[in-house]
């Protein structure tokens, strides 16, 4: 018996068989450990955000709220996720750097509990659509510190960004609560840049952020009801990197938190997570449609490839670094050759691994994709070359729940409309 991947005992050939290839395998044992493993070990004072922008899937939205996320979201159809995912609005921020009218309209006619604003012209349309609705709007300030983050896989502040209002600026806008009477100024958010694996460098920028949340609120003259720490906590994916350990990174964070929390007991403390909470319950499962060589290198031409993993390709790196993969149907066979795997996309750049140490690949064998769960499709060309996104599937106390459809021509074509060149009727004509 050749040992096969499973996922709380459904095997992956079942999972194939069942749902189709290419697949996203999301565990939920391993959504519930990583957000207890943090939670359980975090100060109680900091609330847990699952920022929905790492996998927008309802249903992973509603279970990881289930264990006690709330939700971070960017879009209106984000905002409608986390809401009908039953997330209370209570426990629902807005955030991001061009929010339409109808997103900030849709924050304020929801009730949602922060508008986090990137700039001052957008405080100044919060305050009419608040004034419109004769309500006051709740507004965070997202903050561009000086400071710049060590270490971090993709920088957010601390440099020339579209993201937050500058820290020297804010700093000079002491007329905001007068300017803006229909903006409820309540709180401060920051957030640095994603990919951090440094225990010490995400304590370093929580207490910093901190700080500078208490100066910013005294120079405001603002209550401070919240503050929001960012996170950008990574998982490692390749090698040489190492993941985060939850119990020396909330030994660094507790006190800070307790400190602050001590000085100010009615402050929301919020710490925003996507990647990390998600990421490693995912799966990529591809079928591999041929194998050949070229020049003295093997290839495994996959059914799936970077338009639904876009990321495998490689993350702020010119080195292409491969995820980790295994021939999931044959995890006992040593790996003994390398192996590009790659999809079914007309262009090189459909590498979804390079020379990955591998067992012999054959025809109909599945390849997976570990730490897959963010990222994924979301972030991914899905409509290049017409192939759709594909099916996803939760398991979850040992069942299995698929939770998006794969795509069918018919999804992908009917939001086309056929201009016929030999009819003469011109619909659109401008006037
Ligand atoms: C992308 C983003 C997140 C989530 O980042 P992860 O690295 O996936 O945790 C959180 N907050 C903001 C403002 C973001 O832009």
Same mark, same amino acid.
């Given at each position: ?112 509990? #922060?508008? %986090? ?9 919060? @305050?009419?659509? &608040? +004034?419109?609705? !004769? ?110 350990? #939850?119990? %020396? ?9 307790? @400190?602050?929390? &001590? +000085?100010?007991? !009615? ?130 106390? !040992? ?33």
């Amino acid at each position: 018996m050749t040992r096969e991947f499973q996922v709380q005992g459904v095997r992956v050939s079942e999972l194939a068989r069942r749902y189709g290839t290419p697949l996203f395998v999301y565990d939920g044992t391993v959504l519930r450990d990583r957000f207890h493993g943090l939670r359980d070990r975090l100060h109680p004072a900091m609330e847990i955000f699952y920022s929905l922008k790492a996998n927008p899937n309802i249903s992973i939205c509603a279970l990881l709220h289930s264990f006690g996320a709330r939700a971070e979201v960017s879009s209106l159809v984000e905002l409608t996720t986390a809401l009908r995912a039953g997330v209370p609005p209570q426990q629902v921020i807005f955030l991001g750097p061009g929010k339409s009218r109808q997103e900030l309209a849709a924050c304020l006619d929801t009730g949602i509990y #922060a508008v %986090v604003c990137e700039s001052i012209p957008e405080v100044a349309l919060v @305050d009419e659509l &608040a +004034r419109e609705r !004769g309500v006051k709007a709740p507004v965070a300030l997202r903050v561009n510190p000086r400071f710049a983050v060590k270490r971090s896989g993709l920088a957010m502040g601390g440099r020339p960004r579209q993201f937050g209002i500058d820290e020297e600026e804010l700093f000079g806008q002491t007329d905001l609560v007068k300017r803006f009477p229909d903006v409820d100024l309540m709180g401060v958010q920051v957030y640095m840049g994603t990919r951090i694996l440094h225990e010490t460098v995400i304590v370093e920028n929580t207490t910093r952020i901190l700080d500078l949340a208490e100066r910013l609120s005294d120079a405001l003259s603002i209550e401070l009801r919240m503050v929001d720490v960012g996170g950008g906590l990574g998982v490692s994916y390749f090698d040489g990197e190492s993941d985060l350990d #939850a119990q %020396v990174l909330t030994d660094g964070l507790n006190p800070v938190i307790e @400190d602050f929390t &001590a +000085r100010h007991p !009615g402050t929301r403390m919020i710490m925003e997570l996507g990647r990390y909470l998600t990421a490693e319950a995912g799966t990529y499962v591809m079928g591999v449609r041929y194998t050949k060589t070229s020049m003295g290198e093997r290839f495994a031409v996959a059914d799936g490839g970077t338009h639904h993993h876009m990321a495998a390709v490689g993350i702020g790196s010119f080195v292409k670094r491969n995820f980790p993969m295994a021939v999931l149907n044959r995890l006992d066979e040593p790996a003994t050759e390398e192996w590009n795997v790659t999809g079914p996309l007309c262009t090189p750049g459909d590498t979804i691994g390079k020379k990955v140490p591998l067992p012999p690949v054959r025809p109909g064998d599945l390849i997976g994709v570990h730490r897959s769960g963010a990222y994924g499709p979301t972030a991914s060309p899905g409509l290049f070359l017409g192939h759709g996104y594909p099916a996803e599937v939760l398991v979850h106390e !040992g069942r299995c729940h698929l939770v998006r459809e794969r795509d069918r021509p018919d999804d992908l074509l009917q939001r086309q409309r056929l201009y016929d060149p030999t009819a003469h009727d011109a619909a659109d004509v401008p006037h």
